[in-house]
């Protein structure tokens, strides 16, 4: 089997990528895995040729000072200064053994990647599960994993039960990334393509049946490795400034040493003495000791750098803090505390205002003139609550021996929809129990949405939350106070300039609906045939608050004349206002 041509697995079904791969749920045959063992080779991250310790060493005089040192050492035996010889070969060398000492240190780190292969695997042939070492995997293998495994190689999901896996390796995502079977339809980011699990990333929660994909140096594990042995070097700021400092020092030496020589000649020295005091003199305007401080200042750098887990290769790229001038943020959980609280909500053409923070379950549902609303008009609203809470997977507990105050378990924003239906006084244990799920589309970053599917009664209902455009392009419908209606072009309008409104108050903006099925729609559901003809809620608009470091981070990153750039997948406006509060708060 020759190598197969990258595809965008994530963007196919389960079935069609088995049909791609040649293979099907019962796994490969022996025979066949192995015909393509041979073919492929080993599941193995590779590493291209390094240098050996003598090289690395040998390098570190690599340096038009460090040389100017060793030929002023060669002019002092020369003179029989062997004294002054000895102390420039000494301060050459010990600059040479803190160089190679950082850079081995740091090799040898960089080394564990490749340990992050684990030595078995759980995988199906003919049906029959197996463990094999994870070396033999193949393309077209399916791979059973469980929580606590590791990820042998890259994976399709073809069936989940509450899968999570711990993505932050490659995604820098400190949430476990929760994974779904469904195609997504568009190219998205690495981040957001969860129906695949990647090699090296370990599971979370759940388990699930997942065909393999890439392997070795094919996987984004690989491919990271690839991108960090073919990284080429170039000189720092600091680098290019000792070069041009040793470069005017070489010249200004050769002058000098011309000009005494000739002066010496003209003084009736004798040839060989006046060539012996120009060296000397000129020798002796070479910094001996510049090279070590320096490289001695760097190494303190580098150790106060490991103490607080940032790893430095190279003792020049101590000073890329010094050099930089942009730093990119993610805005969610980096600059913001990923504590979501609903503030306001607009239901119909209603508004209405949400008190109380976190997820303690104490506020009210407020009109806009901020009287709390009777039982009976919470009742009214109970759809909107409810399908807040069942389109939702997060729970909500209450302060215990490891958390000092209410918490989440699972995506904070849910946990603030959960939050504000029991707020709203609503019982989500009933509704849950009166409404059991028959199916879930998850939410993925290309169609924006999540969909449960219920049993009502004889009825089958989906409840939907997501962002307000993706829904509005879904819905036909609107709920207005009691009544459904067509959802016309002017609603659509005031719901995208809502939007557009809380966005640029630095809000996070989740819309909701719902729709009922025709009964001539049975199991199994279809994402494509369910999430339509959607009858519109209304909105809710929620604050995650500023970490209180962040805004003298960002004044002292400003008084270094570093500029701040933050990288959100919300609306731009809602970076800009977040930028803005950071700015100002004090």
């Known amino acids: 089997m020759n190598m197969p041509k990258r595809l965008n697995y994530y963007r196919l079904s389960a079935s069609e990528v088995l049909e791609q791969l040649d293979s099907r749920a019962s796994g490969l045959t022996p025979v066949e895995a192995n015909k393509r063992l041979n073919s492929l080779g080993p599941n193995l991250l590779m590493r291209t040729k390094h240098e050996s310790a003598l090289t690395t060493f040998v390098r570190q005089f690599k340096n038009l000072l460090v040389i100017m040192l060793l030929v002023s050492a060669g002019l002092s035996v020369y003179l ?150 073919a990284t080429r070097s170039e000189l720092s700021p600091l680098q290019l400034e000792m070069d041009h400092l040793a470069q005017r020092l070489l010249q200004a030496t050769l002058v000098l040493a011309g000009l005494l020589v000739i002066i010496a000649v003209r003084a009736d020295l004798g040839l060989q003495a006046a060539i012996l005091f120009g060296v000397g003199i000129s020798a002796a305007m070479i910094p001996t000791a510049l090279v070590a401080e320096v490289n001695i200042t760097l190494a303190l750098t580098a150790g106060r750098l490991s103490r607080r887990r940032a790893l430095v290769k190279k003792l020049s790229a101590v000073e890329t803090l010094g050099a930089t001038n942009i730093i990119l943020t993610d805005k969610t959980g980096t ?106 589309f998850q939410f993925d970053s290309a169609r924006k949405l999540l969909s449960s599917v219920r049993r009502r009664g004889d009825e089958t209902v989906v409840y939907v939350k997501g962002a307000p455009e993706s829904l509005l392009a879904a819905s036909t419908d609107i709920w207005d106070h009691g009544h459904v209606r067509k959802l016309t072009a002017a609603d659509r309008k005031y719901y995208d300039a809502y939007n557009q409104q809380q ?84």
């Open 80 to 229: 029989h200064d062997t004294k002054t010889a000895t102390i420039l070969v000494l301060i050459a060398v010990m600059n040479a053994v803190v160089g190679f000492i950082q850079e081995h240190k740091a090799e040898t780190l960089m080394k564990s990647l490749e340990r992050l292969l684990v030595p078995q695997a759980k995988v199906i042939r003919d049906g029959q599960m197996s463990e094999i070492n994870s070396t033999e995997l193949v393309l077209g293998d399916v791979v059973y994993l469980a929580e606590g495994d590791s990820a042998p190689a890259d994976l399709r999901v073809l069936d989940e039960q509450e899968l999570s896996s711990n993505d932050f390796a490659l995604t820098g995502e400190s949430n476990p990334s929760r994974k779904f079977v469904h195609a997504i339809g568009a190219d998205v980011v690495l981040g957001n393509r969860h129906n695949l699990v990647f090699m090296g990333t370990t599971v979370a929660t759940g388990s699930a049946h997942g065909v393999v994909v890439a392997t070795g140096m094919q996987t984004e594990l690989g491919r990271i490795a690839s991108l960090s042995q």
């Open 503 to 586: 966005a640029g108050a630095a809000k996070r903006n989740l819309a909701f609906g719902y729709r009922v099925l025709p009964s001539s729609m049975k199991p199994p559901f279809k994402m494509e045939n369910v999430e339509q003809k959607f009858v519109f809620l209304g909105m809710a608009s929620m604050v995650d608050p500023l970490r209180s470091a962040v805004p003298a981070a960002m004044r002292a990153a400003n008084r270094a004349h570093i500029s701040v750039s933050i990288i959100t997948g919300d609306f731009p406006i809602t970076a800009a206002a977040i930028a803005e509060q950071a700015q100002l708060s004090k």
């Open 335 to 440: 600059l913001t505390k990923n504590e979501m609280t609903v503030q306001q909500l607009l239901i119909g053409r209603s508004h209405y205002n949400v008190t109380g923070t976190g997820y303690q379950p104490s506020g009210d549902i407020t009109s806009e003139n901020g009287k709390p609303l009777t039982s009976s008009k919470l009742r009214e609203l109970d759809l909107f609550f409810a399908c807040a809470a069942l389109a939702s997977n997060a729970h909500v507990n209450p302060a215990d021996t490891e958390h000092s105050d209410w918490y989440v378990v699972g995506d904070p924003t849910e946990g603030a929809l959960i939050t504000l239906a029991n707020k709203a006084g609503l019982d989500i244990a009933s509704w849950e129990s009166d409404q059991p799920e028959l199916r879930e």
